[in-house]
């Protein structure tokens, strides 16, 4: 049960609704605390096979970071609130769920770096987009300036971030920043939920390595992990802590599969061809995509679900995946 989250568990797609709408669902200290924790919900509950992030009301998917907790912090705080917005962001973007945004109006500050870290987003007509805190003497740091330069380029993301001007949603689906507009709010949780259950039909293993892969290639994923110490916890075993929630986690490296798949094969890279790219004679680094897709490649090859669809195909019938 959470005090800033409505959330809905229907058809596997779990739909977490950001509940402030009188403040524009601003992410205050208790929403990016239950944010922390619906994600590690997102991740351990077998139920779930993808998520939306949405926000409440017709004005506001995010508004940005509670404005009225800045005051007063401390160089430290800040860096310390930012690494902690990070993480739980990081968390998103890494999940080997799909987790899909739902922008049904304001997206700015925190709110678009939110929506970034969502696997994909679709946004209502009316949406905007934005990264305003240059105009607060701030700058983005739950991972803005990173994900839109990815997402938009980088002349596009800075011009952004510097004015601090609002995009409409045509342009952010010009620009890439959303994948699909619809033209009545209504539509737009049906529309994301199509998609969700189209992807929920495929198997769960090849989706998490496509994610995986995908954030090698946009810069993200493994190659936060491997260079920031808050991030390390999550995969290096031991206590973690996210969202006020602590878990345990017994996979040295890697987080294990969802639904109950097998574990990954030793991710020593070492192991690798030393002609490949990114193969480490310390093993200490995975970090390019290509050699990543070859060995994730490989590594569905071992799952029930690869036989399951290529016997499905070969017997002109659907195929029915369990995540094994
Ligand atoms: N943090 C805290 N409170 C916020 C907020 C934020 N990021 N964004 C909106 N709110 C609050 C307002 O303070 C107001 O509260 P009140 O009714 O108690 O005064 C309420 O939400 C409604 O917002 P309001 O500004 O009155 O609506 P508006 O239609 O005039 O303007 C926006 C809408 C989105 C343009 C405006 O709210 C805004 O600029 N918000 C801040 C955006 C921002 O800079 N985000 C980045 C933060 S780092």
Known sequence: MYKTLLTDLADNILTVMINRPDKLNALNKDVMSELGEVVEEIYTNKDIRSAIITGAGQRAFVAGADISEFLGLTSEQGRELSAKGSEIFFRIASSPKP??????????????????????????????????????????????????????????????????????????????????????????????????????????????????????????????SSGNSTHSTHRHGGASSSGGRTTNKADASWEPDPFGGEARPDDNSSSLPSGLPGARADGSGMKNGFTREQQAFGECFATMDMQEGANAFLAKRKPHFTGH
């Open 99 to 224: 987790i899909a945004a739902a922008v049904n109006g304001f997206a700015l500050g925190g709110g678009c770096e939110l929506a970034m870290a969502c696997h994909f987003r679709l946004c209502v007509s009316t949406a905007k987009f934005g990264q305003p805190e240059a105009g607060l003497g701030l700058i983005p740091g739950y991972g803005g300036t990173q994900r839109l330069t990815q997402l938009v380029g980088r002349g596009r993301a800075i011009e952004i971030m510097l004015t601090g001007r609002m995009v409409e949603a045509t342009e952010a689906h010009m620009m890439g920043l959303v994948n699909y507009i619809v033209m009545e709010p209504d539509e737009l949780l049906t529309k994301t939920r199509e998609l969700l259950s189209v992807i929920n039909e495929k198997a769960p293993l090849a989706i998490a390595r496509v994610i995986e892969c995908a954030n090698i290639a946009a810069g993200d994923g493994l190659a936060y």
